[in-house]
């Protein structure tokens, strides 16, 4: 079984700083990208920021120069840096990462369960 379990979620004032982890376990063989995206309700779930194995890096243009992704390879862990919020980047966070298990063939999709992100006075 393989889960992948976020934490840094929370409240916080316009111009404030959140940093979001994910963690990836279980039977692992690799991981290749991993990646945040958000929702909001009654809307889809958008893209916020992706990370390959090799650290290469790609961001909705929202919040370009203000959120930063990055990983730790040996911890099979991805953050999210995320600074100068807004009140429109409330939404549930939710991580995600292309999975190959130890003894299976293929790459498989996984969804961590999400954590709320408020930004509000």
């Known amino acids: 079984q393989v889960r992948l379990v976020e934490s840094g979620g929370g409240l916080v004032q316009p111009g404030g700083s959140l940093r979001l982890a994910c963690a990836a376990s279980?039977?692992?063989?690799?991981?290749?990208?991993m990646g945040w995206y958000r929702q909001v309700p009654e809307k889809q779930r958008d893209l916020v920021a992706t990370?390959?194995?090799?650290?290469?890096?790609n961001y909705a243009d929202s919040v370009k120069g203000r959120f930063t992704i990055s990983r730790d390879n040996a911890k099979n862990t991805v953050y999210l840096q995320m600074n100068s919020l807004k009140p429109e980047d409330t939404a549930v966070y939710y991580c995600?990462?292309?999975?190959?298990?130890?003894?299976?063939?293929?790459?498989?999709?996984?969804w961590g369960q999400g954590t709320q992100v408020t930004v509000s006075s």
């Open positions: 995600n990462a292309g999975i190959r298990r130890n003894g299976q063939v293929g790459t498989f999709n996984y």
């Open positions: 279980g039977s692992i063989s690799s991981i290749d990208d």
């Open positions: 990370i390959s194995s090799g650290g290469v890096t």
